[in-house]
């Protein structure tokens, strides 16, 4: 007989799918660690920082330095440079950028004044003159500064033109390409990541490195390790529901129940935020699982079968859960705020449907063979609290809290030892790129100057450019060595010694007309220059030993993802604290008011699991995932606490509580065997809380009333 009850469940997983893939919901979902940050004015600067064209380079070397070498990496320029949205960057400069270079030579470097006290003009000229007339081949002399009167640059020893082309000193060539403004999404970084695996997969002695390649690889290693994890989780679920149910109809209506809940989780998060982390989206899948404890009470009671009133018990372990959620989510922090939203739309859904749904639907309920075993119930309830207090004590003492985001993400040593191999090569492993901002252009290159003479060793591209300031204090400089003379007698000498007049028109060459700069003139030099908001900004590579100094100025944006999250957590540490002071106490109350009598009994399945998942603290480092994943296992805890606590307490509640155990484990435990340390977090947390509550359920005292 058709009822219609029975196509419920499927018909609103059926709309939730078409409106999940009307309004792209799974577009939301990021990989991007960044998507974890709160939004905020530094996270637009990291988006525009990576929007730059200079951060998004590709590195190839070819090993050796002998004929084939060069053929080959010259053959693999050809190819990638095919690739759509890469070009080869040359090795002569910009031609414009030349032309400035030549004219403000002078304003530019800066000059070694030890070298003006024995000045002998005539000697440099002669030795000059002498090493033209004795060479062989043709000697290079440097016209702009045949005086060496300049600061020699240090930077970028390793490299050297080798046949006429750029390679690492000694090892091997080298070749750098650019990456067009336009490449920014996933999908495009894919496009070029699988056509230069595609170009390098048969050829050997070559390194590739690009930092968008993170961006692929460890998206790929979270997907495909995220699916592992699901399939596994559904697997074990199905055997739960198949080998101990035995409940065909049952299985299928809760998977449709779970994936829905799942999807309008999804489908209401992504109007909320345009970026949700795929973290979040695998603690909303794993903690529906926990919802399936609503279905294994009312079920085991008899719910489905019988007309049956209210499950107060229930209703109260889902409210106190919702609840603690509820106040977390006014935590001005975007991760927390994506965890709780779509722990609370996930659960109330699949709260609704297992407490009102399911009956109407009904399941017919097989006669489960349950062993009880005789088990240790000597242990009373303030003796447990009283040793989860001191073991509280002494892992507080030892707890640390890691803010380092990256320790989260996939550990791809391979490609950190390809970028290794380039940073080591281009001098470039002590610096870390930083954005440097300014309400003017003359300002942005003012501080750019100043922070290049403060760290020479730095790699500040906009310095290389004059501001008025330094022009005009230049000048003083010039007037006072009095340049002018000394390039009189070097033209007047260089005549007397047969050079060709004007031989050294371009040295010291002075100019009264100070630079004036537009974004668009400075751009055209191939210097990249943005406007954002009522900034300019560019990038720069300072040393990373310098960065509490460097911080410090108000020009310099520090874009590190790690140095943001600590600051962003920083922000928000007091309201944090606030929030989980009445968090607990809410769940407190709520204990109390649901157990009373047995109080003692609940408490010690809340104070338990806590401590000896913060006994970790003497093995391990505490992250942002750790932390969160301890309020799930309290959120589980209450649910238990209540049940076990209630007056109406029977066997049927201890087989219900065993399953949830097992789902719970199927949905959060199974995370342990992730390699993503994000995932991996949640799953030893969870591991460790689903152990404390199956060993109090073993030794902890029962109520007088629990036969």
Known sequence: MFKLTNYINILILCTLVILVVLFGSFSHISTDLQSVLPNSEKKELLNEFNNLKSTKKIFLSVEGLEKNALEKIKKLESSFSKIEGVSLEKTHENKKLKEYKDKYKVYIENIDEKSLDNLNITKKLEEIKSNLLKSNFSYFVNKQDPLSLYFKDGSFKNLSLENNHLSIKNKGYISIFNLDSSINTISEYERIYDSIEKTIFSEKDIKVFSPIFYFVENSRIIKSDVNKIIAISTFLLILLYLVILKNVKLLLNTIVTLVSSILFSLLLCSFFFDKLSIFVMVFGISISTVAIDYMFHHFMHDYYKEKKGFNKDVFLGMFTTVGAFVILSFVSFDLIKQFCYFSIISLLFSYFQFAFLYPKIKFSQKNTTTKYYKLYTKVRP????????????????????????????????????????????????????????????????????????????????????????????????????????????????????????????????????????????????????????????????????????????????????????????????????????????????????????????????????????????????????????????????????????????????????????????????????????????????????????????IILKRPSYDS
């Open 382 to 697: 303030v003796y447990v609290i009283s040793f989860a207090i001191i073991l509280l004590i002494f892992s507080i003492d030892r707890f640390h809290f890691d803010l380092n985001l990256k320790n989260l993400d996939v550990n791809n040593k391979q490609l950190n030892q390809t970028e290794k191999y380039f940073s080591n090569n281009l001098n470039i492993q002590k610096n870390m790129p930083v954005l440097l901002k300014a309400k003017s252009i003359e300002k942005l290159i003012e501080n750019a100057r100043m922070l290049k003479n403060k760290y020479p060793n730095s790699y500040i591209p906009i310095s290389i450019l004059i501001d008025e300031k330094s022009f005009l204090d230049k000048n003083l400089l010039l007037q006072k060595i009095n340049l002018k003379d000394i390039k009189d007698k070097l033209d007047k000498k260089a005549m007397q010694l047969g050079f060709k007049a004007n031989y050294f028109k371009d040295a010291y060459s002075l100019t009264n007309n100070k630079p004036i700069y537009t974004k668009e003139s400075i751009n055209d030099l191939g210097i990249e220059l943005i406007h954002f908001k009522d900034y300019f900004l560019t990038y720069a590579n300072l040393p990373k030993d310098k960065i509490a100094e460097f911080s410090k100025y108000d020009s310099i944006v520090n874009i590190s993802i790690k140095t943001m999250f600590e600051q962003n957590l920083s922000s928000i540490y007091d309201e944090l604290m606030v929030y989980g002071t009445i968090t607990v106490l809410f769940i407190l109350l709520m204990l109390f008011l649901s157990t009373k009598d047995n109080y003692l009994l609940s408490f010690a399945y809340l104070i338990f699991p806590i401590a000896l998942i913060l006994s970790l603290s003497f093995f391990m480092t505490f992250n942002i995932l750790h932390f969160f994943m301890l309020f799930v296992i309290l959120s589980i805890s209450i649910d238990f606490g209540i049940y076990l606590g209630s007056k109406n307490l029977d066997k049927s509640t201890y087989t219900a509580i065993f399953y949830s155990l097992l789902s719970t484990f199927a949905g959060f435990g199974v995370l342990i065997f992730s390699k993503v340390n994000a995932l991996f977090s949640i799953g030893v947390v969870a591991s460790v809380g689903i152990l404390a509550i199956t060993l109090l359920i």
